[in-house]
């Protein structure tokens, strides 16, 4: 009688397993984020656009978080473990971790976003034909830090001396420097950069920055800068300085300007790219695309504050004026 219950059961149990393999057996994709961007924002992208696509954290996609907004040391051996892990895609924030990703394989596919100048440096053979296994967005830094210094310029048309404050031992961030500088050599303007990669050294350069002497400032797209905001807006408006920042979250820090992509639209981007991998396409297959859309922003509160007159050619092109 056990015996016979037991073959039963056992046929029923198989039946089951055969007669529905897309649910018993399917596979939930693995998803490695590999960051060294501002969590809040890239994290509500990112999820934004895999829900878009039908995509539930912890229903039918599962991401293994690895975040560093301190220490980018950290960012290789984070990636050598994802990659252990055998995740089905990497996805990337910023140039730095993009670089520690596909130095760590060569095989799982690999997403980056908010990345300067990913053929400048060397991420992807060009952005028609990546040419590996990693492909992804490009917030174009070297041409929007060039643009920041015109806004600048528009700003205080008789600034002569301008400090640029930016973590030049990033890749992407000095090239972006260089461009930078060629363009204020063309508009007969001093540049005076100073590196920051941590806190301490933010903290340094505000210091050592001779704010008397100064007619403005230029702030790279850096998540030091971004993590340190709050102390370098106050240093800038301490000085009543005119300056540009690069994103629009430099605002809650009480910034005049800001022209810059939306990074949470950038990690919504990256999910298209995830959702097109896991159903087949090759990242050397896929082109590398160029954020299409930039916003300025500008606070007239605190033009107003610091005794800056915005010209109303400026507040004309801006997306968003805040009264």
Request: glycine share 8%; charged share 20%.
């Amino acid at each position: 009688m056990n015996r016979t219950l037991l073959l039963v059961a056992l046929a029923s149990g198989l039946w089951l397993v055969h007669a529905s393999p897309g649910t018993a057996q399917e596979k939930i994709p693995r998803i490695g984020f590999l960051s060294y961007c501002v969590s809040s924002f890239d994290e509500q992208g990112f999820k934004q656009g895999l829900r878009e696509l039908g995509y539930l954290e912890g229903k039918n996609i599962v991401i293994e978080w690895r975040r560093f907004l301190e220490n980018p040391a950290q960012l290789r051996g984070a990636a050598d473990a994802l990659v252990r892990s055998k995740v089905d895609v990497l996805v990337t924030c910023s140039t730095p971790a993009t670089r520690a990703a596909l130095d760590a394989t060569k095989t799982i596919p690999i997403v980056f976003t908010a990345t300067g100048d990913p053929v400048g440096t060397g991420l992807v053979a060009s952005l028609a034909n990546p040419g590996a296994n990693g492909t992804g967005v490009s917030i174009q830094n070297p041409e929007l830090a060039t643009k920041r210094l015109d806004l600048l310029r528009q700003l205080a048309p008789r600034a002569r001396r301008v400090v640029y404050l930016s973590n030049l031992s990033s890749r992407g961030s000095a090239l972006a420097m260089k461009t930078t500088q060629a363009a204020a050599n063309a508009l007969n303007i001093r540049l005076q950069a100073y590196s920051i990669r941590n806190a301490a050294e933010v903290d340094a350069a505000l210091h050592a920055i001779p704010w008397g002497s100064i007619d403005g400032v230029l702030v790279g797209a850096d998540v030091v800068a971004l993590s340190q905001g709050a102390e370098i807006a106050q240093a800038v408006r301490k000085a009543r300085l005119p300056a540009v920042f690069p994103w629009r979250q430099f605002h809650e820090y009480g910034v005049l300007m800001s022209y810059g992509p939306d990074s949470r639209e950038l990690m919504r981007r990256g999910a298209y790219y995830v959702d097109k991998i896991l159903k087949g396409a090759k990242p050397s297959d896929l082109p590398v695309e160029q954020v299409s859309k930039v916003d300025l922003v500008i606070d007239l509160r605190v033009a107003r504050e610091l005794g800056i007159k915005v010209a109303p050619e400026l507040m004309y092109r801006a997306d968003e004026v805040m009264r």
